[in-house]
């Protein structure tokens, strides 16, 4: 009976073992946090998240109305009449057009409705061509470098110094004349906004490939012969995309403002294709200086707050991305 004692001691001697092994195993980082907006609120404090919380109100309000546009807006963006009743040209506000009417005879709150689903299609689209195009050209040029990576940089700085909007002009007439219908207009406007916005996805990406290449785990990946496409996807990629969150949120309120400036410059989409802020502003000018102001005020309320709401959560990400920024922010409150 003596000799069956040690066993059970033994086992318990080793049991508080298991914790010790289990307590260096790394953290798992929870979902929540590894989601960029998300992750962001969970870090913000006071002001910080205040201009969050604001921005992405914004946002998800012109999300909404964009994607639920034909539940909201009560007319078609080219509707000039109801039941047989023309609506009018430049009627104040009113019972039938509660925000009045434009020159053309449509009416403003719907063209309103209707010109957030173009904008948010335009952006998307200028966004995702952007992205995919910017960063093949990063990864590819920061990757392999030499002559290639050469030539990529001397584009990419040459398409940087030009100015965007006019950069913007000159592709939208070479693509679609200067008018176009909905879906060509979009798709127009979105390769004209990715030409100018491309050079900034190559450089960030670039900048950090090249330095991200030169990390020992990559190199370890070289030396056991792992094939170039799965180092370039699964260790140089995965590394290098941090700062696309930011980048991503800034050029969506660029893209609408040059949407925005094509349209007012009458280089976007025709008014009976689709409703677009920029074109309904532009051709509003005029009837300010006769005192019409329900022409013009809804669009360019419409583009202020849009473009607000956007830079408000880009900005607040950019602040909350930068550790050193946290830090000081964390000592105030602290203080």
Known sequence: MSDENPTPQATDAVAPASPATTAISPRKVPLLDRIPVISHFRQSVGLQRGMLVFGLVLSTAFIIVALFAQWIAPYSWAQRSVDGQDFGTQQPPNPLNIWGTTVSGFDVYSRVIWGAQTAFFAIVCAVLFSIFLGIFLGLVSGYFGGWLDRILVVIADAIYALPSLLLAIVLAIAISGGQSSLWSGILSTSLAITV???????????????????????????????????????????????????????NASEALLTLAGLGFLGFGIEATAAAEWGYDLGRSVADVSSGIWWTAIPPGVAIVLVVLGITLVGESINDLSDPRLRRRRRAGGAA
Request: no cysteine; net charge positive; aromatic share 8%.
């Open 196 to 250: 100018v916005f491309v050079p900034q996805y190559f450089r960030v990406i670039r900048a950090e490939v090249v330095r991200v290449k030169a990390e020992p785990f990559v190199e370890s990946a070289r030396v056991i012969g792992v094939p170039t496409h799965r180092i370039l996807t699964r260790h140089v990629l995965r590394n290098s995309t941090r700062s696309i969150p930011v980048i991503v949120t800034l």
